[in-house]
């Protein structure tokens, strides 16, 4: 169940980036909450979080709907 989330964020981060082959998403899940920590190539860093933070809000918005669902939170760290 928990590994949904996981593997979305993976799907959304790969098709922003130039390279997808270095994507990772790290795990953390807790009682209620689920940290996802992304990281991606540092040049695909831009990419990720979108002018103004858009694209990164947008998969957070995404992201969390999608805990909603799973009845759990979600919190989405990009990592450098």
């Known amino acids: 169940m928990t590994g949904e989330l996981k593997e979305l964020v993976t799907v959304m981060a790969r098709a922003l980036v130039d390279k997808p ?10 009682e209620q909450t689920t940290v996802l920590e992304l990281k991606v190539a540092k040049e695909d860093l831009g990419k990720v979080i979108g002018k103004q933070g858009k694209t990164a809000r947008a998969m ?21």
């Open 21 to 30: 082959e270095l994507v990772e998403v790290f795990e953390t899940a807790g």
């Open 60 to 80: 957070r918005t995404i992201l969390s709907a999608s805990a909603t669902k799973l009845r759990k939170r979600s919190i989405l760290e990009i990592v450098d």
